[in-house]
């Protein structure tokens, strides 16, 4: 196997963007959101013509903890979300469609990888919302992007198994003799983490900024001083869903996370296993084959 570096896998990285398709409905919801005049009428016409994205995005709130009479239609889920929440829970759950395909790894699931972005995800906005009803903070994040960032925060994971799986597969093995996570060892022997690699890939694509942000302080959310508490949600529904046996990988991690993190909203180990069963159940019903959902 050729010797790699981190800085040869960014420019493999950089490459492989431009070999995969963004979703176009990702893009047009980015396009009209930033644009600064689409309405929830034509936001709604976006996403309803992409019915996979229309259907997830449903799924994805009827998961989030507010109460609707009815099965929300479009409309009420961009309305309660907002612009930019709608936005950023959109391109991530499109994004992640990316990878859903067999690559050259021996060793990428490309299901427990989507459903390890998803616990994280459901992971932080618990997390967040939490840490808010108990003590406020201030944040220009709102839980539902929180959402969106732990969908999408192993990108560049997923990009490197796609695009160097020789290199995902060698991470891979030393990370389960090692009993860590795939982060840790990937850090070990490259000097990064991988989450810097999809942060590179989001601004190839020019995605929103917010992802980015995100991903490269992953690992390190005292970098990130304006964001401190926010990111530290991320960053422990990360560690989180390693510790609780859905990470990347099926060995057992023992390792908390960043104790910085832990510090400022980690959780009772009562509350870790009181959550456990709610996010099973919020999970396997996310991923269970959808009968239908309404779209207007």
């Not at 490259?190 to 942000?213: K, N």
């Not at 390190?220 to 422990?236: F, H, K, R």
Request: proline share 5%; hydrophobic share 45%; with cysteine.
């Amino acid at each position: 196997m050729e010797s790699l570096d981190f800085p040869r896998l960014v420019i493999m990285i950089r490459r492989a963007t431009n070999l995969l398709a963004l979703p176009d409905s990702a893009m047009k919801l980015i396009q009209a959101i930033d644009g600064g005049e689409a309405s929830a009428r034509d936001l709604e016409r976006i996403i309803a013509a992409d019915p996979g994205l229309a259907s997830t995005l449903l799924r994805v709130s009827a998961h989030d903890g507010v109460s609707f009479l009815n099965p929300p239609t479009l409309r009420q889920v961009i309305m309660r979300l907002g612009q930019r929440s709608v936005r950023s829970v959109a391109v991530s759950l499109a994004m992640k469609e990316l990878l859903k395909d067999p690559c050259g790894s021996k060793y990428f699931e490309p299901f427990r990888f989507a459903r390890h972005g998803l616990v994280v995800g459901f992971l932080a906005r618990f997390v967040y919302a939490r840490r808010q009803m108990l003590e406020p903070f201030e944040s220009d994040w709102s839980a539902d992007e929180l959402f969106s960032a732990g969908v999408l925060h192993d990108l560049g994971t997923g990009l490197l198994a796609y695009s160097a799986p020789e290199v995902f597969d060698r991470v891979y093995l030393f990370a389960k003799r090692s009993k860590t996570t795939f982060d840790e060892a990937f850090k070990e022997i490259f000097g990064s983490y991988p989450s810097v690699l999809g942060a590179e890939a989001c601004d190839q694509w020019r995605l929103p900024p917010f992802f980015g942000t995100t991903m490269r302080s992953l690992n390190t959310p005292w970098d990130l001083e304006e964001e401190y508490t926010a990111q530290c949600c991320l960053s422990y529904a990360h560690s989180l869903a390693e510790h609780l046996g859905e990470g990347l990988g099926r060995w057992e991690v023992e390792s908390e996370g960043a104790a910085e993190a832990v510090a400022e909203v980690g959780l009772a180990e009562t509350e870790v296993e009181s959550l456990k069963n709610i996010l099973v159940q919020q999970v396997e019903s996310y991923m269970a084959p959808s009968a239908g959902s309404r779209a207007a």
